[in-house]
């Protein structure tokens, strides 16, 4: 069926890096954006950056600028997001999520397919 | 950046009751909105899209309205299965920024 995997739980130090991957199912990979949104415990959701699968191009949010690298493996139709310098504060579930119009509408979110959600725990 | 600011932050409301939530943009976003509904423990879900769009599958209770700057999400008769947070979001513009979420509780 149409769906979103993700890759299991994470616990990291300060300063290393995640890699959290989003493998997708029953759709046309390439043909959809992906977005990933992360959720701090108890807070609201923010947006990361998107991901075009078929060529790889990105645009990321400002806050994660030089810190996040999104990559698309057609080969698998999966898409990665790797967090860099971890810190505390990025304790969250990280969302992968599909853009619910084609590439070729030209437009860019809303998403009406979500993973479940990477938890990803910084801690020393 | 554009600024989403949701209103209430949290509200209790009892089965039956009319809900409406609100999300202002700090600048015209024409009809570039969604809302999504989120459970604990859930992902989100897609309910409203271009403002006043039902997606596939939600239910008529729900409905979403404006354009410009001021949106608003409403429930017609609040179920015991909607007590959940909501999340306006913009879209067709970067960053594609949520508003800060409303928390429907029972009362």
């Known amino acids: 069926q149409v769906q979103l995997v993700q890759s299991g739980a994470e616990v990291k130090k300060p300063g290393a890096s995640v890699k959290v991957s989003c493998k997708a199912s029953?759709?046309?990979?390439?043909?959809?954006?992906l977005h990933w949104v992360r959720q701090a415990p108890g807070q609201g959701l923010e947006w990361m950056g998107v991901i075009n699968p078929r060529g790889g191009s990105t645009r990321y949010a400002d806050n994660f600028q030089g810190r996040v690298t999104m990559t698309t493996d057609r080969s698998t139709s999966t898409v990665s997001m790797e967090l860099s310098s971890l810190r505390s504060d990025d304790t969250a579930v990280y969302y992968c999520?599909?853009?619910?119009?084609?590439?070729?509408?030209?437009?860019?979110?809303?998403?009406?397919?979500w993973g479940p959600g990477t938890m990803v725990t910084v801690s020393s | 950046a554009i600024q989403l600011t949701q209103s209430p932050s949290s509200l209790s409301a009892s089965v039956g009751d009319r809900v409406t939530i609100t999300c202002r943009a700090s600048q015209g976003i024409s009809s570039a909105l969604a809302w999504y509904q989120q459970k604990p423990g859930e992902s989100p879900k897609l309910l409203i899209y271009d403002a006043s769009s039902v997606e596939s599958g939600v239910p008529s209770r729900f409905s979403g309205s404006g354009s410009g700057t001021d949106f608003t999400l409403t429930i017609s008769s609040l179920q015991p299965e909607d007590f959940a947070t909501y999340y306006c979001q913009l879209f067709n513009t970067y960053p594609l920024t949520f508003g800060g979420g409303s928390k429907v509780e029972i009362k």
């Open positions: 029953g759709y046309a990979f390439t043909n959809y954006y």
């Open positions: 999520a599909r853009d619910r119009s084609p590439i070729v509408v030209y437009a860019i979110g809303p998403c009406d397919l």
